[in-house]
């Protein structure tokens, strides 16, 4: 039973100070102060000893006699441990251990001491009390010198007075100690530690948050003392919080999060980015919530000509390259930073923003609605002195030459409905010209304005830019805003956190002066580690990364990340001196650099050739007509010739039937028709499938989805042209009692007169394989079945495709071949005559229509 004191805290009040406790206990109910346990409260129950601890109870002119001091101090500790239990008992929520593990760091010197400080001023009045045990694997007297030093150096927001701030600083030192945490036992005498405090204050233990500011390497041991040894009781919390890198990759990524979900439920884990307790990020969230009203009809593709995510850095990566070389910018910035940025721009709004369930579930919505990545969605550049200071740093040999990019532009795209045709770019790089990190709306602007613009007026003519932003900090500006151009709407936002920005004369931002603007700067600035620890305390799970999210981030980025790794970043100077030299533009979805930079094909004095100085080749491959080029131009060519094809199937027959493969080759054909070709009759247009993998259609390794993703939703098909090939009948693939292949060729019988498509595109696999027709395979090679099943001896091993004897009815048969893998095969298929069980591309063969060949240079010619 708790003892019965005060009916409510006045009273608790009036006793306090007829007794002599007046500052402390004041403290205890307004301020942050800990009243009668200025010291851990370990050494006020006499666990270690403290001399002065009298005078911790009583200010200077009520300390009472000094002739009987061991007794003064017996009474006065009695007295106020009483006080303490009684209020504790009342008021107190319970007692938070926070555990800084790798509190010598530096991550933990710059920031965290500085965030657990500013978290005991706001939280340690309001019915917690607190003990922050640093923990290293320095030795004792090491660590406690370097933690002495530390929390000295600790500062008060701006409205305390020095003295007060002295006062809480010394009230926070005491709370905090130096422990060597080791040995599993070091975490066993920890955790009873940690309850004898508890138990002795007459404390209830709210939780603990064990605070990783350590490599990930040393997550699991740690994880496993924690799990095995520290979990508080029953009724308690436990709260983790991890620090970036999470992985390199997908894989290694979903490897980390298996091993410490083996320790840690996903509610206990808070894994940091801290990004999101930068103020203007975790401001837009809340801003689009506070301004619904307005923004419900502007946050879209209809209005949103292009959002920009930027986080530019002037430091290189000088002094940490053994992580930067393993990393790159791609992982260290956009993976994590700029990724959960764009969700907060992109994702749907909760109803309720403060639930963070919803908040995460919306998060993960938006994840699924990124566009797949493709090797053209992103530029790279490395600073010239990256590759020096690697073999300086890494005693590489001279010739160490790094394909690490510090410089990355990558274009993303949302598949939804909000954000189709939207470009996201984000961007990030070291040695760069200015340090500044922004988030960028920038409108459409559909006005035309009358009068000549000396006229225009900032709130009223809508022929001014119109763009919100959220300028994360530094920069011009040098501090966290919102802005928002006044032509779009006065934004609301909590005066009791943002105020506004005072004028600021000859200061431009994205090309308009600041008074273009409605400016808003945070009233208090706070650093983001200072922000998210207090998240952490009230379990705000939401500005946090959770496994999913994680893994979807991963799962999004690592296909990029494959396909550049092997890709020369472009060179920049670092500084000013980059000049232009890494602007970089966007079509359709390729992103380049604006300025080309020629390769030297052939080395040697003259300008170098560029790839367009090469004619497209023609010539004459297995008795039909070859076209090869660079892949460019190839791709440029055969999207022409379809065109062209199609524009005279429906000129003539009013329809154009084309049947298109999957794989990888294709693609940027797709891109190219999506994006260049709007004379393309598409309203005209039936697309068939020349293959499909045995996976349902919104799996992505379908090439349904290839299609859809890259084509379709660009173009307008009428959906009753579009022709799925039914591999996923009665809940089921390709099972041969549903008969998908039947149906397939009666719904071509029923609508391609003759069963004879206007073209079909085919590939040629390396082992001769096309559509999904494999050597030796038994069905499909010749016989009446115009759609068959067949075996890929690669996964998905079951295929559905169109039999050799349908694609040879066809008018015209375009094979596509592209890269150098397929040199060999290209070489082979040139001197084989009509063996279709072997090479089944031999055996392709129009009875009366046209076969052409399109091969890059790097297939024909190695
Ligand atoms: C870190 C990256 O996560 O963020 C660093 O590892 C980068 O490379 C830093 O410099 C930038 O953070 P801030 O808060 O300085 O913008």
Redesign the pocket.
């Known amino acids: 039973m708790r003892p019965k004191c005060f009916p409510d805290g006045k009273k608790a009040k009036r006793w306090s100070r007829s007794h002599g406790c007046k500052q402390r206990f004041e403290a205890e109910r307004g301020g942050p102060a800990i009243a009668c346990s200025p010291t851990p409260i370990s050494r006020l129950l006499g666990s270690e000893s403290e001399p002065d601890q009298a005078a911790h109870c009583t200010d200077g002119e009520e300390r009472g006699p000094r002739r009987h001091p061991g007794c003064w101090k017996m009474l006065t500790v009695a007295m106020c441990m009483a006080l303490l239990g009684c209020l504790q008992a009342q008021e107190l929520r319970g007692h938070v251990s926070v555990i800084l593990l790798g509190a010598t760091g530096d991550l933990a010197r710059k920031y965290l001491w500085q965030g657990l400080f500013q978290l005991y001023l706001d939280e340690a009045g309001k019915d917690y009390s607190f003990s922050f045990h640093g923990a290293a694997l320095t030795s004792t007297k090491q660590g406690q010198a370097f933690i002495a030093k530390v929390l000295e150096s600790l500062s008060c927001p701006e409205d305390v007075a020095p003295d007060r701030c002295a006062e809480l600083k010394g009230q926070f030192q005491r709370l905090s100690a130096y422990r060597h945490l080791a040995t599993s036992e070091d975490y066993m005498a920890l955790s009873k530690d940690i309850e004898a405090q508890v138990q002795h204050g007459g404390l209830r233990e709210a939780g603990r948050i064990f605070y990783f500011s350590v490599p990930p390497f040393a997550y699991a041991d740690i994880a496993r003392n924690i799990n095995s040894s520290c979990r508080p009781g029953p009724g308690a919390w436990l709260r983790v919080v991890l620090e970036?890198p999470f992985g390199h990759d997908h894989l290694s990524a979903q490897q980390l999060a298996t091993e410490l979900g083996g320790f840690f439920r996903e509610e206990e884990m808070y894994r940091v980015?801290?990004?999101l307790g930068?103020q203007a990020v975790a401001q837009i969230l809340p801003f689009r919530d506070q301004n619904r009203k307005a923004l419900d009809g502007l946050w879209s593709r209809h209005h949103v000509e292009r959002v920009e995510i930027i986080?530019k850095?002037t430091?290189d990566?000088e002094g940490?390259t053994s992580?930067?070389e393993e990393?790159g910018?791609i992982r260290?910035?956009l993976q994590?930073?700029l990724t959960e940025v764009l969700t907060l721009v992109a994702m749907e709004l909760p109803h309720n923003i403060s639930s963070s369930e919803s908040v995460l579930q919306h998060k993960l919505r938006a994840f699924r609605a990124l566009r797949g990545l493709q090797k053209g969605s992103a530029v790279l550049g490395q600073y010239q002195a990256y590759s020096e200071q690697v073999r300086r740093e890494q005693q590489k040999p001279d010739s160490f030459r790094s394909l690490t990019p510090t410089f990355a532009g990558v274009l993303v795209h949302m598949d939804n409905l909000r954000w189709e045709g939207v470009p996201f770019i984000l961007m990030s790089g070291?040695a760069l010209d200015e340090?500044v990190?922004y988030v960028r709306i920038l409108f459409r602007n559909q006005a035309y304005c009358v009068q000549n613009d000396e006229h225009w007026v900032a709130d009223q003519s809508q022929c001014l830019p119109r763009q919100i932003v959220f300028y994360?900090?530094?920069g011009e500006l040098g501090s966290p805003a919102v802005l928002v151009s006044r032509n779009l709407f006065r934004p609301s936002l909590p005066s009791e956190s943002w105020k506004g920005l005072g004028a600021r004369p000859g200061l431009r931002l994205f090309g308009r002066p600041l008074s273009d603007f409605y400016a808003y700067r945070p009233v208090r600035e706070q650093d983001?580690y200072s922000v998210l620890i207090s998240r952490i305390f009230h379990g705000r799970k939401d500005s946090f990364v959770t496994t999913e999210n994680l893994l979807a981030s991963w799962g999004f980025w690592t296909p990029l990340l494959d396909s550049l790794a092997h890709e020369v970043p472009r060179l920049y100077p670092g500084g000013a001196e980059n000049g232009h030299l890494l602007d970089f533009e966007f079509s359709g979805a390729q992103l380049y650099f604006s300025q080309r930079q020629p390769e030297r094909l052939v080395p040697g004095p003259g300008p170098a050739p560029m790839p367009s100085g090469f004619q497209v080749l023609k010539a004459k491959y297995r008795e039909s007509p070859l076209i090869s080029a660079w892949p460019e131009e190839l791709i440029a060519k055969l999207a022409d010739d379809i065109e062209a094809t199609a524009v005279r199937a429906v000129r003539r027959f009013g329809t154009f039937h084309l049947a298109l493969s999957g794989g990888s080759s294709p693609v940027p054909l797709f891109q190219q028709l999506a994006t260049r070709h709007y004379g393309f009759p598409w309203a005209h247009t039936h697309l068939w499938l020349v293959d499909e993998r045995c996976v349902p259609l919104w799996d992505p390794e379908s090439n349904f989805q290839h299609l859809q993703t890259h084509l379709l939703q660009h173009v307008r098909v009428p959906y009753y042209n579009i022709h799925p090939m039914p591999v996923h009948l009665h809940q089921r693939l390709c099972a041969e009692e549903d008969q998908g292949a039947q149906t397939y060729a009666s719904e071509i019988s029923a609508l391609v007169a003759n069963s004879s498509f206007d073209l079909v595109l085919l590939g040629m696999g390396a082992d001769g394989h096309t559509a999904s027709l494999f050597p030796q395979s038994p069905s499909g090679l010749d016989g009446e079945q115009l759609v068959v099943l067949t075996e890929s001896p690669s996964r998905p091993f079951q295929r559905m495709s169109l039999s050799l004897p349908l694609i040879n009815r066809a008018r015209k048969v375009a094979v596509l071949v592209m890269g150098r893998v397929k040199r060999e095969i290209t070489m082979l298929v040139s001197r084989v005559g009509h063996e279709p069980k072997k090479w089944p591309i031999s055996g392709v063969l129009p009875s009366s229509g046209q076969l052409v060949w399109y091969m890059d240079y790097e297939a024909f010619l190695g």
């Open positions: 970036k980015d801290h990004y930068k986080m850095e430091v990566a940490r992580f930067y990393y910018v260290d910035v994590n930073h070291k340090r990190g994360i900090g530094h983001a």
